[in-house]
């Protein structure tokens, strides 16, 4: 079993930055991709960006270019680095897992006010 939790969530103004954080626990070695996830009010969850184990990353269209995952194997930490965030940006991100089986975090909430 993993288990993961997320934080670095919180309110800011558009055009600010946020770096989210999930700590990954438990059968860490199984973990191959990991992912952020977002889902904001009245909306189905969505990807935002994934990450290999060897670090090839993969981003959704709407983030490309604002925003950077990154891995660190050995702490069993995955990250999220928001830069010019936006309004549209505002939902609960969740922190993903694949390895045995799909993991889930809480989702930590990020609020981008215009």
């Known amino acids: 079993q993993v288990q993961l939790v997320e934080s670095g969530g919180g309110l800011v103004q558009a055009g600010g930055s946020l770096r989210l954080s999930c700590a990954a626990s438990g059968s860490t070695w199984s973990i191959n991709a990991m992912g952020w996830y977002r889902q904001a009010p009245g909306k189905q969850r969505e990807l935002v960006a994934t990450i290999t184990h060897y670090g090839s990353t993969n981003y959704a269209d709407s983030v490309k270019g604002r925003f950077t995952i990154s891995r660190d194997n050995a702490k069993g930490m995955l990250y999220l680095h928001m830069n010019s965030l936006k309004p549209e940006d505002t939902a609960v991100y969740y922190c993903?897992?694949?390895?045995?089986?799909?993991?889930w975090g809480q989702g930590t909430q990020v609020t981008v006010s215009s």
């Open positions: 993903a897992a694949e390895g045995e089986h799909g993991y």
